[in-house]
């Protein structure tokens, strides 16, 4: 929903990506938080935004980049939700400063360095390590650093993580609900260790790998890809009951995360196309290396993409080609537990299947897919269920 966003810079109306929950709204007060903040460190004169050099990262919506894109600034992320989301709030309030942005993607490295670097928390902390330690060797010597987060979500270990890594690091009094982190750059952190310091060169230093289960298959994760250490007990069910008719020639892996449903289906389908995609880069990267480490033959024409599910290109280039569609859908964005991602995954898998075409999604029993599948489909058809997943396919008809 796009409400009024009253801030020190300005009056805006920004909306989340999906946008079709009334009660949810496409800021925080930890935003609001920080522009009170830089608007006092801009009044005292121990700030110049005209001349620095600016990075927001873990931007969700452009709460933070709308109102700075008057100064010219570079916004980090690992979701091309936030990315697009930020890009449409820019143009919907001021068109103009879309020059003025940058879009950096966590599987990127930053460059050069930075006088302001302002950030959010990020919900998965190795992944916010990782994005902190990249800050190593990018900050100019009196360079200003601020976080924001809600109160609850502020952790100890988060400023502590903080002071090893850049300099000692504080947090603010609680101002509705949230809290300042407040970080000063030591030119080199005699605390931040080799081990931390191998973060600031390149993402694969924060990529781990597993074995799969019963396979000779490494499964590649980067900082942010769920279960990044094991194959999560969802998926294993998954991958027990799997499609195995062998007459797929177009798959998509929606939602692919490390590639794990995909290489099984490569694994059963050679002769297939498979697309993997998710919002997340580093999930989309995860894919490729988990896929071109453990193909090394056959099941070549493989597509990785970034994307806010099957939205715009997607959608019109591949509508009703698909023969079958994986699913794991999340049921959260960020902190907010909710099913508009997954709503909005089924009725787009719908419009890309051709006639017959598949759907199969593997879910916690709690959440009632089958109801919306039933909707959206006219039909849908339990695979297997135990104490807490259901597999579940939908067919086009």
């Known amino acids: 929903m796009t409400r009024q966003y009253i801030t020190p810079f300005g009056e805006y109306s920004i909306k989340r990506i999906p946008d079709n929950d009334k009660n ?3 800021w925080n007060s930890a935003d609001l938080h920080i522009l009170k903040q830089l608007l006092e460190w801009l009044q005292s004169g121990r700030l110049n935004l005209e001349k620095s050099r600016i990075l927001i990262i873990n ?3 452009g709460a933070l980049a709308v109102p700075l894109s008057q100064f010219s600034c570079d916004s980090y992320s690992d979701s091309f939700i936030s990315h697009e989301a930020t890009i449409q709030n820019i143009k919907a309030n001021c068109p103009d400063n879309l020059k003025n942005l940058t879009l950096i993607k966590s599987t990127e490295d930053i460059d050069g360095k930075y006088d302001l670097v302002i950030f ?15 800050l190593i ?8 650093i601020l976080g924001g987060m809600m109160a609850k979500n502020l952790q100890k270990n988060t400023l502590n993580m903080l002071s090893q890594l850049i300099g000692p690091a504080h947090a603010s009094l609680t ?5 300042l982190v407040f970080v000063e750059p030591e030119a080199e952190p005699e605390s931040a260790s080799v081990d931390a310091k191998k973060y600031s060169h390149g993402q694969d230093k924060c990529t781990t790998t597993f074995q799969l289960e019963d396979s000779k298959a490494l499964i590649y994760n980067q900082a942010n890809v769920f279960s990044r250490n094991k194959l999560d007990i969802g998926t294993r069910f998954f991958l027990q009951n799997f499609p195995d008719r062998k007459q797929y020639d177009n ?33 989309v990267a995860s894919a490729k290396m988990t896929l ?3 193909l090394q033959t056959g099941c070549l024409n493989l597509q990785y993409i970034a994307a806010n599910a099957l939205s715009g290109d997607i959608e019109t280039n591949v509508q009703e080609k698909t023969d079958l569609i994986l699913c794991n ?6 902190y907010v537990v909710g099913d508009a991602i997954a709503w909005q995954m089924f009725k787009q898998s719908k419009s890309v299947l051709k006639k017959g075409g598949e759907l199969w999604i593997v879910g916690n029993r709690h959440l009632g897919y089958h109801l919306k599948l039933k909707k959206i489909f006219g039909n849908q058809t339990l695979v297997a269920a135990n104490d807490k997943f259901v597999v579940i396919k939908a067919v086009k008809m």
């Open 329 to 334: 859908p999340p049921f959260h964005q960020q």
């Open 251 to 283: 798959i998509i892996d929606l939602g692919c995360g490390n590639g794990v449903l995909s290489l099984k289906a490569a694994q059963l389908n050679p002769q297939a196309s498979i697309t993997c995609i998710d919002e997340s880069y580093m999930a």
């Open 59 to 61: 931007d969700a919506f």
């Open 137 to 144: 060797g990018h900050l100019n010597p009196e360079a200003l």
């Open 292 to 294: 071109e480490a453990n």
């Open 120 to 134: 959010k928390e990020a919900k998965n902390q190795t992944f916010f390590k990782c994005e902190m330690s990249k």
């Open 24 to 26: 949810l709204q496409a």
């Open 175 to 179: 101002w509705k609900k949230s809290r």
